[in-house]
């Protein structure tokens, strides 16, 4: 199978915290997935000085937008596709 390739403009889709206007919403990877349907993925404030509350959202964050569509990272989806928390152990 060949695999096709070619350059596209994407636009990246972040949230900036409510609370500290500075940081932006990153999925927390240690987290437990509520598997309502659609899934919800918990996200906090990559400020690590802010004190906002964690928050769930129905994609991971930051999403690329292509074409209306959005993209989520597959890296992400694949290792949390079970539901089971997978710590990437370098923090
Ligand atoms: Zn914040």
């Known amino acids: 199978m060949a695999i096709s ?3 596209v ?3 990246l889709e972040e949230y900036v915290c409510d609370e ?3 940081g932006v919403l990153r999925l927390d990877d240690c987290a437990d997935i509520l598997q309502s349907n659609p ?7 990559s ?3 802010c004190e ?9 964050l ?3 937008v292509y ?4 993209f989520m990272r597959a890296d992400v989806l694949r290792s949390t596709a079970s539901g089971v928390s997978v710590s990437t152990g370098n923090k």
Request: hydrophobic share 20%; net charge neutral.
């Open 9 to 11: 403009q994407v636009t």
């Open 62 to 64: 930051p999403v690329l």
């Open 5 to 7: 390739k070619k350059e």
């Open 39 to 45: 899934k919800q993925y918990l996200h906090h404030c």
């Open 20 to 22: 500290c206007n500075q």
């Open 52 to 60: 906002s509350e964690d928050v769930y959202f129905t994609y991971i």
């Open 47 to 49: 400020n690590p000085e």
């Open 67 to 70: 074409k209306e569509q959005k």
